[in-house]
C-alpha cells in the first residue's frame, strides 16, 4: 500500500495525505537514532503503520472529543488519529528522546496535540472519551494502565497481536468490562479490541 492505497480506502483528503507524508519522511530521518519502529517496517509505511492506527477511527463514537494514547512511542497510532480525527489527543510516553520526536512531528505535521513525558502511572486526574494503545502490554496490564483514564462512557480502543484470546481469558478473572473484537485491516492476526464499562474485581497487581 502506498499514500494513494491508503487515501482510496481511508476517504482523507489529500491534506491529511500530505501531512502522514510528513510524517514518514521525519520518520525514515529520525529511527536510525532512536528506533521508534522496527527498522524492518519502514517499507510498510502505509500499511504496517497508518492503516494499522487509522483503523481505530471509524471504529469509535462518533462525538468524542478526547483522546489519550498510551505508551505512543513513534507516534502509532496517536498521531495518525490527531491527523485524522477531531478530536484533541493527548499523547503519553515515558522516554523523552521519542516525546521530542512527537513534538517534532506534531508540528511538521501541523497538529495541536499534547505530548506528556512520564511514565503511565504517575500520570493523574486525566479523563478522555477515548483511551488507545498498540503493542503496549497483555491485556490485563494494559487495563489497570487506561482505568484511571476512563469515564463511564469511555472506550478503550487496542490494537492487540494473535494472542488476543488468552489475553481476555486472563484479563476477565480481574476485570469486568464489555468488548467487541474487530479483525485488523492491516494483519491477518490482528484485531482491534473495542473495551467499555471497565470495572476492577478480583486481585489485580494495583
Do not use: Y
Not at 41 to 51: A, G, I, K, P
Not at 137 to 148: D, F, I, N, Q, T
Not at 181 to 195: E, I, M, P, T, Y
Amino acid at each position: 500500500m502506498d499514500a494513494e492505497g491508503f487515501r482510496a480506502r481511508s476517504g482523507v483528503s489529500r491534506e491529511t495525505v500530505s501531512r502522514l507524508q510528513a510524517l514518514e519522511t521525519l520518520l525514515n530521518r529520525w529511527n536510525p537514532r532512536i528506533n521508534l519502529v522496527a527498522r524492518s517496517t519502514l517499507n510498510q509505511f502505509w500499511s504496517r503503520h497508518v492503516l494499522d492506527s487509522w483503523q481505530l477511527v471509524p471504529l469509535v463514537p462518533a462525538p468524542a472529543r478526547t483522546w489519550i494514547d498510551l505508551g505512543s512511542g513513534g507516534g502509532f497510532p496517536g498521531l495518525v488519529v490527531a491527523a485524522t480525527h477531531p478530536a484533541h489527543v493527548t499523547l503519553i510516553e515515558s522516554d523523552a528522546r521519542k516525546c521530542a520526536f512527537l513534538r517534532e512531528a506534531a508540528r511538521t505535521m501541523g497538529l495541536e496535540i499534547t505530548v506528556i513525558t512520564g511514565r503511565i502511572e504517575t500520570v493523574t486526574d486525566l479523563r478522555a472519551d477515548v483511551v488507545s494503545a498498540r503493542a503496549l502490554a497483555p491485556l490485563s496490564k494494559l487495563l489497570e494502565w487506561v482505568e484511571p483514564f476512563m469515564q463511564p462512557d469511555s472506550v478503550g480502543a487496542f490494537l492487540k497481536g494473535q494472542d488476543i484470546e488468552s489475553e481476555l481469558t486472563a484479563a476477565t478473572k480481574c476485570w469486568k468490562f464489555s468488548w467487541e473484537r474487530h479483525q485488523s485491516l492491516s494483519d491477518g492476526a490482528g484485531s482491534v479490541l473495542l473495551v467499555r464499562g471497565l470495572e476492577h474485581h478480583g486481585n489485580a497487581n494495583r
